[in-house]
């Protein structure tokens, strides 16, 4: 709580900022668009622990002649450039009109984007430079709002969604069977078996893809790992299970919710089979789970976190969702920390806050 006084001209800034619609995602022009391509073509380079090659090169350029393919990893690769932090900030502007307008982010990345608004979440750096200006000299979160540090970061933000791209082209020409049978049932962001460039890619080494389900929320994803033979994929019917498990997820009323709030990234998370110990290892911090539901039931459930919240979703078969706190961020839960809701969205029994405002403004 501070008593400092802000100059009303930046408050009414703000405000015009938060009365506008959400900027949906990042854009090639607040990363610095114009990175020269012997910038990117280093990083890669490093990333990829070797020189391009020709083929790798000419699939190069021809991304950086169609922007559309540039801005789509764009997000991913973002998220990975978290800060060993835990900053908070939250703002609230009252209106002469009687309206309070608010935002606020947990966010770990550069300049804490994504920022919870009224329409969901936005991407606009003109937000937290605003919030910046509002902030007292002395806040311990000041230097994560300056807005150039994201320029500062564009190149390698760009040289990370290129990478993606380029491990991507690579795993087409070398299965393609398995990235037809992967684009058959997901929209496919990526595929990748060896991020960097070192050993070739081949039958023995597990490949990473990341997913959404096809017509799904633009916000909910997967990553699996998953095993190729003779360039096809081997483990289909468990490919299968897991695009049912997404399709129960994204179902789910509190999912859905939480979706459209578009608040942070929703990642659906593997689960061990019922069959193994991991499974019970995996909730042995959640007490009163097994009440609610078999160990079958559970694997066969869609788990779901958020991004830069501390609860977890477990949507289960019957269409009933349950959430938690994280294990690994919260102290020893107790049963009265479950949430349970019918699959209607209703809550059945909840001692904790809905989840459907997980950002608290």
Do not use: C
């Not at 979440?121 to 540090?149: E, F, H, K």
């Not at 994201?150 to 290129?162: D, Q, R």
């Not at 289960?316 to 920390?337: K, Y």
Request: aromatic share 4%; no cysteine; glycine share 4%.
């Amino acid at each position: 709580m501070t008593s400092d006084i802000v100059p009303e001209a930046a408050v009414e800034h703000l405000a015009d900022l938060l009365d506008q619609p959400a900027q949906t995602d990042l854009s090639l022009e607040q990363l610095g668009a114009n990175v020269p391509r012997e910038v990117l073509v280093s990083k890669l380079a490093t990333i990829r622990r070797g020189k391009l090659s020709d083929d790798e090169l000419t699939y190069l350029d021809t991304m950086l002649r169609t922007p559309g393919t540039l801005t789509r990893g764009l997000r991913l690769s973002f998220q990975q450039l978290h800060q060993d932090l835990a900053p908070r900030i939250q703002v609230r502007v009252s209106l002469s009109d009687g309206r309070t307008l608010a935002t606020s982010s947990r966010s770990h990345q550069p300049l804490m984007l994504p920022w919870a608004v009224s329409r969901g979440a936005s991407w606009n750096t003109d937000i937290p430079a605003s919030v910046r200006a509002l902030l007292p000299a002395r806040d311990p979160n000041i230097d994560l709002l300056d807005v150039p540090d994201l320029k500062k970061e564009g190149a390698n933000i760009l040289a990370a969604s290129l990478a993606g791209a380029l491990a991507m082209h690579e795993t087409e020409q070398s299965m393609p069977g398995l990235v037809q049978a992967l684009r058959a049932r997901f929209d496919l962001y990526e595929v990748n078996p060896d991020p960097r460039r070192g050993d070739p890619v081949s039958d023995s080494q597990p490949v990473a893809a990341t997913v959404r389900l096809l017509g799904g929320p633009a916000n909910l994803w997967a990553k699996l790992t998953l095993r190729a033979k003779d360039g096809h994929l081997v483990d289909e019917p468990k490919v299968d299970t897991f695009r049912d498990q997404m399709t129960l997820a994204a179902t789910s009323p509190v999912i859905r919710t939480l979706a459209d709030e578009d608040k942070g990234d929703i990642f659906i998370m593997e689960l061990p089979q019922p069959s193994s110990a991991e499974l019970s290892e995996e909730f042995r911090h959640v007490p009163g789970l097994t009440s609610l539901a078999s160990w079958k039931d559970i694997a066969q459930g869609a788990m779901a976190l958020q991004f830069y919240t501390d609860r977890l979703w477990l949507v289960l078969p019957d269409h009933r969702t349950v959430s938690f706190p994280n294990p690994d961020f919260a102290p020893p839960i107790t049963a009265a920390d479950l949430q349970v809701f019918a699959a209607d969205g209703q809550p059945m029994h909840s001692s904790a806050p809905t989840p459907s405002a997980p950002h608290p403004h």
